[in-house]
């Protein structure tokens, strides 16, 4: 009896070899049968789209997916691969795992043997015809989010996963944060377009002024707590996404650690959408107000700071009932550490001084390590300053 695996590509011809010397085929029968399995798994996994044409994703899901099994092929390799594989499986019941999305409702026709190629092109472009998959969803504006769970975990976990991001799909195209959003009861919501910020998808640092009534006002709405954050990812994550939430107190001093793993609440053509954990943030009403309290929060994808957000609380009696948002600053991200220190979430603190006694000493970023609980370093700037006027929907911006 035939084996099903060895009639997948009857015409193949494995002609070209590796360029190791070794004499081995690109695309033997059994490698063949890897590849073919990993397209089946791609389908079924969070990266698959049905977008016009082919995913730059799929691609690289099926680079990671054989070098998983020990089988080293480049994106290049995998995409002439694909295209010999469409043309052979015209008007077969298999071209469904290398149609494009609207390829997939057409009556499927046959392709003459002639005009068939039976050899990888090593020279075909590896994204042939163009993505789609910058037209994202846009961001939920409810507060709510309903049925969703958390998963934390300890501090000293996950900083030690950061010492070596795992070899796979998002390391390798590690996820970029595309848009952040606040949300309050009683507030609109205050979004921002990280892509039009930052083109070159550098990770981006954030100083936001929280105003938000204390408890004891009567005239802030009822269901006023904190504020609620969201954030809108590229792509899903390979392994974990996290948010490290630390609490300042006037003294600067770090008196609340929490990290907590990111949980989506929606996936379309591969964007994620995800709110921040429960935090300090989401409580921030209940804070002191006779204290100044500063509450940073960093997003690592896959072992990579993707966003650092730093919130000044400000919660004086009578200023405002209802909640608002004021961009204080934003600056690319620069890691202060040195090169082969450990790498853990920096320790951030915003020199925002709001109108009262406040100060804001001064640290050097480079002069010692940093102890786990210690005084938070200034942020390091940097020269970054495109304009905010296409990317802030909506803001408060004051004199």
Known sequence: MEDPAKSLTPQRKHRKLLKDGSGTAVWPEAVETVFVQGLREYWDSPWATYSRGRSRWRNQFLVDYLQNLGIVRTKKQVASHI????????????YQLVAGGDELFNEPIKVDEPLL????????????????????????TSPGFPGLTYSPSSPQESLSELDSPPQTLSSLYTSHATRFTLLADGMAPFSVDLDKLSPTLSPLVFRLRLAIAPVTDPRAPPNLHGFFANVRLARVWSDHARVFTRVYNATNQCISDEVDALQPSSIELGA?????????LARARWCDAAVQTTISQQLVVDGVPRLVLVYELDRRLGSTALPSVQLVSYQKYTHPQAKNAKPEPERVYAPYSPQGSYTSPSYSP????????????????????PSLSSALTPVSLRP
């Not at 994620?272 to 300090?280: D, I, N, Q, R, T």
């Open 83 to 94: 295209q010999v594989l469409r043309n052979m499986w015209k008007g077969e019941p298999e």
């Open 117 to 140: 190629s039976m050899h990888d092109d090593d020279e075909s472009p590896e994204n042939s015809p163009p993505d789609v998959l910058q037209d994202f969803p846009p961001s939920p």
């Open 272 to 280: 994620v959408v995800a709110p921040f954990p429960e935090s300090m």
């Open 366 to 385: 480079y002069s010692y390590p940093y102890p786990r609980h210690s005084q938070p370093p200034s942020i390091v700037t940097s020269s970054y300053t």
